[in-house]
């Protein structure tokens, strides 16, 4: 039995490559998608609604959480509506503040209130999510979005700050905590055992799932095989007396 099969928590695939959420949307582990305008932009996406449009028929049966990029927050809250209304499995991504640094509570209090499921997103503190607690409709479905691994960039163990987050929520029984920007799949574990519901996993952590429960003796004879290999092929040698 894998340690896979001892998961809770579920994995969103994270990227703007339309081919890859079609065959991503194959995989049993994965559950749902997300993105965002800067992986839309590597990718080459050009028009932002006829893309998101595509993703939503492409995974009809996953949600598929999208992300307002306006700054004002009346204009945030008519992106929102208009993205809400383009399927059922749509999440509207609401960033927790605007470029000024000023929380968009008034955006999650209204969304949330008329129906929309809300991923708010680019939390990184504790006090962020208390907020969101706030004015967030205890009666919504939302995803609350944390960075840890871009808190974990910063030299901070986002460990307990994950299990502080997962309190803050305790008065909104339907909000999701998620474990957003893994650097490792080991952060997949991390993120189950404080209790988050939803992690964020891109193409390449994805395959390393393969990984997990691999013999290690095994892995280190293939990893010295790869060192001897690379070096015959590259004709090193070393002069000896």
């Given at each position: ?46 028009d ?102 871009r ?23 339907k ?21 988050c ?5 891109t ?39």
């Amino acid at each position: 039995m894998s340690r896979l099969d001892d998961l809770k928590i579920k994995i969103f695939a994270d990227g703007a490559n339309l081919d890859k959420i079609r065959v991503l949307a194959k995989n049993p582990m994965v559950k749902g998608f997300t993105t965002n305008p800067t992986l839309m932009k590597k990718d080459g996406v050009t028009d932002y609604e006829d893309f998101a449009r595509e993703i939503i028929a492409a995974v009809p049966d996953f949600p598929v959480s999208l992300e307002v990029f306006a700054d004002d927050f009346d204009e945030m809250i008519a992106q929102g509506r208009a993205i809400a209304s383009w399927g059922s499995n749509v999440n509207v991504k609401v960033p927790v503040m605007n470029t000024k640094g000023e929380f968009a509570g008034k955006v999650i209090e209204v969304l949330s209130s008329e129906g929309a499921v809300l991923n708010v997103t680019a939390i990184m503190t504790v006090e962020q999510v208390e907020k969101i607690a706030a004015v967030l409709n205890p009666n919504a479905s939302a995803i609350i979005s944390v960075f840890a691994g871009r808190i974990a960039d910063t030299g901070v163990d986002p460990l307990q700050v994950m299990e502080d987050c997962k309190a803050a929520l305790k008065g909104h029984p339907k909000a999701e905590l998620l474990w957003a920007s893994p650097r490792e799949l080991l952060n997949v574990f991390h993120a189950d055992q404080v209790g988050c519901q939803i992690i964020t996993v891109t193409d390449d952590l994805l395959k390393k799932l393969a990984l997990v429960d691999k013999d290690l003796d095994l892995y280190s004879r293939e990893t010295v095989q790869m060192f001897y290999n690379d070096a015959a092929s590259s004709s090193f040698s070393i002069q000896t007396a």
